[in-house]
């Protein structure tokens, strides 16, 4: 059974730096597709990022510049590192993985075979 847990979701203020970690397990994420989406009440859950299988990352435009996908085969996690958080970052935030191999990762929902719980981040000043 695969299974994806997040952590590092917390209250942060504008500016600040927050990680986010997803491990696997069930599952590894050597050479698969990853992401990371996130969702705010009463809208679509949107993908932010993701690595395909030889480590090239994607980001939309408003989180370019600011975040940072990454993997770590060794601990079978996936990290998003956030940095200069901006009100509108404030959402639950999922991690998501493939069993696709590819080397131009897509962050469309259906991409992904499997999702984790989902974690708050909260920014507010």
């Known amino acids: 059974q695969v299974q994806l847990v997040e952590s590092g979701g917390d209250l942060a203020q504008p500016g600040d730096s927050l990680r986010l970690s997803c491990v696997a397990s069930?599952?590894?994420?050597?050479?698969?597709?990853v992401a990371w989406f996130r969702q705010v009440p009463g809208k679509e859950r949107d993908g932010i990022s993701c690595l395909s299988s030889n480590n090239m990352p994607y980001y939309v435009p408003s989180v370019e510049g600011r975040f940072r996908i990454s993997r770590d085969k060794d601990k079978n996690t996936v990290f998003l590192e956030m940095n200069s958080l901006k009100i509108e970052d404030a959402a639950v935030y999922y991690c998501?993985?493939?069993?696709?191999?590819?080397?131009?990762?897509?962050?469309?929902?259906?991409?992904?075979?499997?999702w984790g719980q989902g974690i708050q981040v909260t920014v507010s000043s």
């Open positions: 998501a993985a493939g069993e696709v191999i590819t080397t131009r990762c897509l962050v469309s929902r259906s991409e992904y075979d499997y």
């Open positions: 069930g599952f590894t994420f050597s050479s698969n597709a």
